[in-house]
T-cell receptor, first 113, second 115 residues
């Protein structure tokens, strides 16, 4: 039972354009969501998070949007840069278990120069 | 300021051998989490430990796997009698607190290959 789903295995974007990565979840108990970025042979690196009391959180080029009614969140990267090419994981947790994360399968983003 | 340190980075074991994976959390972090990533999949939670305590092991396979985080020294994930299906990347993460909005900091993982 996949509680967090990233339905697009890969995404290719031109440098300077917007990258939009999507994530859906099924468990209504999730109230904290995170995005991690992962390069090959490295561990995931925290990018940005959002609590369920918000619908948007912004940090530089990265913005996460949360639609609780649709159980959907997205990560926007503007403008995209070649160094953003990596695997992006969406993760979720329920209150009191913020270290126990449920990860999606990941989306591989390729930003072309 | 060292991050989460995992060793070894790569580990090759024959079927039936034991694998020991070590994790030193970030300085000041007393909470450790182990995750496993099988090929083409996301990371899956295995176990959450504090010093000398296992808090949540709901993601650990029932047999052959064990974890500890002693008062002194690194956290150890131990896999006895490894099988080919244990081949995966094992990531350790730490946080200063188990609760709250502090995101997990991950190490670079140990890639276990069972031949």
């Amino acid at each position: 039972d996949q509680q967090v789903k990233q339905n697009s295995p890969s995404l290719s974007v031109q440098e300077g354009r917007i990258s939009i990565l999507n994530c859906d979840y099924t468990n209504s108990m999730f109230d904290y969501f995170l995005w991690y970025k992962k390069y090959p042979a490295e561990g995931p690196t925290f990018l940005i998070s959002i609590s369920s009391i918000k619908d948007k959180n912004e940090d530089g080029r990265f913005t996460v949007f949360l639609n609780k009614s649709a159980k959907h969140l997205s990560l926007h990267i503007v403008p995209s840069q070649p160094g953003d090419s990596a695997v992006y994981f969406c993760a979720a947790s329920a209150s009191g278990n913020t270290g126990k994360l449920i990860f999606g399968q990941g989306t591989t983003l390729q930003v072309k120069p | 300021n060292a991050g989460v340190m995992q060793n070894p980075r790569h580990l090759v074991r024959r079927r039936g051998q034991e694998a020991r994976l070590r994790c030193s959390p970030m300085k000041g972090h007393s909470h450790v989490y182990w995750y496993r990533q099988l090929p083409e999949e996301g990371l899956k939670f295995m176990v959450y430990l504090q010093k000398e305590n296992i808090i949540d092991e709901s993601g650990m396979p029932k047999e052959r796997f064990s974890a500890e985080f002693p008062k002194e020294g690194p956290s150890i994930l131990r896999i006895q009698q490894v099988v080919r299906g244990d081949s995966a990347a094992y990531f350790c993460a730490s946080s200063p607190l188990g609760l709250g909005d502090s995101p997990l900091h991950f190490g670079n993982g140990t890639r276990l290959t069972v031949t």
